[in-house]
């Protein structure tokens, strides 16, 4: 005795194939037509969750944090996911420093302001004499996004803790 039966006419076979042909016809159909495949409006669905996102990051102190990690590192400025004009936003530099930037020692704080430049751009000259690595460096250099701004940022977040002198010396008065 055999599982399937061939019932009367032989019909009911061919009658289900059609409606798995059929079936398997409107699912593919639908799926063709489906909003999930439509890359455009998907695209614009992402592109306002990201807008939503960075304005409601921007009200709470992000986009300065943001753009600090952007200026210090170019690698993730650029970055597809992390970067500036990543899918991420604004929140791109503080994700990438929570799963990445810690462990690699990066900086996620803001820029110092700079009251005067021309003293700063002493200041700065005056710290890169004195610690040339920073001056070579990427990050801090004299050839970094940060400009002027690097020295005191790399003072402020590592030179300090490393016992680093800030200021000119030839300013300095003796005890």
């Not at 016809?25 to 890359?39: C, E, N, P, R, Y």
């Not at 610690?131 to 070579?136: D, H």
């Not at 590592?158 to 000119?168: A, F």
């Amino acid at each position: 005795m055999t599982m399937i039966k061939k019932i009367k006419g032989g019909h009911e076979p061919w009658i289900i194939a059609v409606i798995i042909l059929l079936s398997i016809f409107l699912w593919v159909h639908g799926l063709q037509t489906s909003q999930i495949l439509d890359a455009e409006l998907q695209a614009q669905k992402l592109k306002a969750a990201v807008q939503l996102r960075d304005t409601a990051a921007d009200r709470t102190g992000e986009l300065p944090l943001a753009r600090a990690y952007w200026l210090r590192y170019e690698d993730i400025k650029h970055h597809p996911l992390y970067g500036e004009n990543g899918p991420l936003g604004i929140s791109g530099a503080r994700e990438h420093f929570r799963q990445h930037g810690r462990h690699e020692g990066r900086i996620h704080g803001p820029l110092a302001e700079l009251e005067d430049p021309e003293k700063e751009r002493d200041l700065a000259e005056a710290y890169w004499g004195r610690y040339p690595e920073v001056a070579e460096s990427q990050v801090w250099g004299r050839k970094s996004a940060l400009g002027i701004r690097g020295p005191r940022d790399h003072y402020r977040y590592i030179g300090r803790q490393q016992k680093r002198i800030w200021g000119n010396l030839e300013n300095r008065r003796g005890p």
